[in-house]
């Protein structure tokens, strides 16, 4: 331990200037490839994190654009189908033939057409029996066996589970005098 003593004092008790000069300048390198290791760690994680970024940009604009594909097909295929019973009409007014006839043939194209808004998912609403306001509305009332349905004016469908139209009804309401 004397050797050690005597190395760092120089007589007077004084550090040697170049050891500590060394020390710094040893600890600055440190310092300064830690530093530099920091940096070129932080510079791969902000390219990772853009990249990152344009790829969830990229992926929102294709998962919008194949959304507006898919409804803009879906679409295509419906039409596609509603032109072969739009042509149905067409030859049914250019024919020549009896009203009979006419008639049978506008019941085929309506046939036609429900088996299309069937197979699109596209169900009638039942409207005979009790008056659900979630899927039937009232547009006048009658006498009757309150809350039942009396008329339809117009008809309700689903597509799929949802409402699409509700149906028009007219509905039964108990009259003051039944008061049983």
Avoid: W
């Avoid at 600890?27 to 969830?56: G, H, M």
């Avoid at 039937?136 to 597509?159: C, N, P, R, S």
């Avoid at 028009?168 to 309401?173: E, F, T």
Wanted: charged letters at 35%; one cysteine or more; glycine letters at 8%.
């Amino acid at each position: 331990m004397e050797k050690a003593q005597g190395s760092e004092a120089n007589g007077s008790g004084a550090v040697d200037p170049e050891q500590q000069l060394s020390s710094l300048q040893e600890e600055l390198r440190s310092e300064k490839d830690e530093k530099e290791r920091q940096a070129k760690l932080a510079a791969e994680y902000l390219d990772t994190a853009k990249r990152v970024q344009a790829e969830f940009d990229n992926y929102k604009k294709r998962a919008q654009r194949e959304k507006e594909d898919i409804v803009k097909y879906a679409n295509q295929r419906l039409l596609s189908d509603l032109l072969l019973i739009f042509d149905d009409f067409e030859r049914a007014l250019a024919s020549q033939c009896s009203e009979e006839q006419l008639r049978e043939g506008i019941h085929k194209i309506r046939d036609n057409l429900a088996a299309l808004m069937a197979e699109n998912g596209l169900k009638e609403i039942p409207s005979n029996g009790r008056f659900d306001p979630t899927i039937h509305e009232a547009l006048a009332v009658g006498e009757g066996e309150d809350g039942t349905i009396l008329e339809v004016f117009q008809k309700g469908y689903y597509l799929g589970d949802k409402v699409l139209r509700c149906s028009k009804v007219m509905v039964a309401k108990r009259t003051g005098d039944n008061n049983g």
